[in-house]
């Protein structure tokens, strides 16, 4: 064992859904069960669904709130640490020292349809880091080493995390929307956390990249990683129409990142003929697309969600980032800065990510 644990360790904990963020110091550290590592957490991301997930909002897959989680909670699943201990019956191939991620999916039964098919992201007994585990917002974690995101030595802690949640997701979006190179694709709300990772995943399978958001340090930002057009929303009379003028009749694929319903229908119609709409990220409530059934018929258009990705996918967006093809751009704050993040969270504030330090590296 290369360093000593404690007993006890600091977490950001939440003792009842819609409470505040309360900093607890004597919060016991994992024991460690069959077949789990220790790692302490280094570095960990913010992500918009551990807010929702805190404040009793975050929604389900049939629209309506996730209530069953575990109590008091602590969340985080964005999160990078090292391994300093390993529990009995890990097998091979796991080693003192090395980095691991804190994904949102913390074990999966390997056996339903979905883990056969290499989709574990939709596992019917998975649980994860966010409703049933505690995860990164504490500085000791136990994992499961079946499920073990085993990241290469020589990747920067301080950005992947980001990627582990919100880059695999974009990712994936990027995957689903189905275009050629050199074809143009809209990223709505490319500015924030999964947005600026949408860009240049999308940018580096070699699209053509419109983004769309407000302001001018946006604008800098996004062309400097890789958009070719940038459309103010705020500027601009009517994004729809710009959008066609670019495209002259439409982008192949419309990537929504943007939390607010209106962007998803408005998405629909920035589409040409054969277009896919890729949504990501879920806002908060039960909103609905609204993009008329005879402008998807008419235009044969193609809408896919995107939940995260697999393990696969996750070791792929980490690739990219590790070679400096794709950049997270974080912003490192100390762990106690929680609350304050969780209030920029909500104004939609963020450029990029933020990304908390949480135990020191021995
Ligand atoms: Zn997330
Ligand atoms: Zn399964």
């Not at 992947?160 to 809209?186: D, M, Q, R, S």
């Not at 604008?219 to 959008?243: M, N, T």
């Not at 009749?249 to 319903?261: C, E, L, Y």
């Not at 896919?276 to 998807?296: H, K, W, Y």
Request: charged residues 20%; hydrophobic residues 40%.
């Amino acid at each position: 064992m290369s360093e000593s644990i404690p007993k006890t360790q600091t977490v950001a904990l939440v003792r009842t859904l819609g409470g505040a963020v309360e900093f607890v110091d004597d919060y016991p550290v994992p024991t460690l069960g069959n077949n789990e590592v220790l790692a302490k957490v280094l570095y960990t991301g913010v992500c918009q669904s551990d807010l929702h997930t805190k404040c009793g909002t975050a929604a389900g897959h049939d629209g309506t709130p996730i209530t069953n989680i575990k109590l008091p909670h602590v969340g985080g699943h964005e999160g990078v640490g090292r391994i300093i201990s390993i529990g009995p019956n890990c097998g091979e191939g796991i080693k003192l020292g090395g980095l691991v991620g804190i994904r949102f999916l913390s074990r999966v039964c390997r056996r339903c349809e979905f883990c056969l098919a290499g989709n574990e992201q939709y596992c019917i007994k998975s649980t994860n880091h966010l409703h049933h585990e505690d995860g990164s917002f504490q500085e000791y974690i136990a994992l499961d080493a079946d499920n073990l995101t085993i990241l290469p030595d020589d990747i920067d802690p301080k950005l992947i995390g980001p990627v582990l949640c919100a880059g695999v997701t974009a990712y994936k979006a990027v995957l689903n929307a189905n275009f050629k190179v050199g074809e143009w694709v809209v990223v709505v709300g490319a500015g924030g956390g999964l947005g600026h990772l949408a860009v240049q995943y999308a940018r580096a399978r070699g699209a053509s990249v419109i983004a769309v958001d407000s302001g001018k340090d946006k604008r800098e930002y996004l062309l400097s990683v890789g958009a070719k057009e940038f459309v103010d929303f705020a500027l601009v009379p009517d994004v729809i129409q710009g959008v066609h003028k670019i495209t002259n009749g439409g982008a192949s694929a419309v990537i929504v990142a943007a939390g607010n319903p209106k962007a998803f229908a408005h998405a629909a119609e920035m589409l040409r003929v054969g277009g896919t709409l890729s949504c990501i990220g879920i806002p908060p409530g039960r909103p609905f697309l609204e993009t008329p059934i005879s402008t998807i018929v008419i235009k044969g258009l193609k809408i896919t969600g995107n939940l995260i990705g697999s393990l696969k996918e996750c070791m792929e967006a980490v690739e990219l980032t590790r070679r400096g093809i794709v950049m997270p751009k974080v912003q490192v704050r100390p762990f106690r800065e929680l609350t304050a993040v969780y209030e920029l969270l909500e104004r939609g504030d963020i450029p990029g990510r933020i990304v908390l330090q949480v135990a020191q590296d021995a």
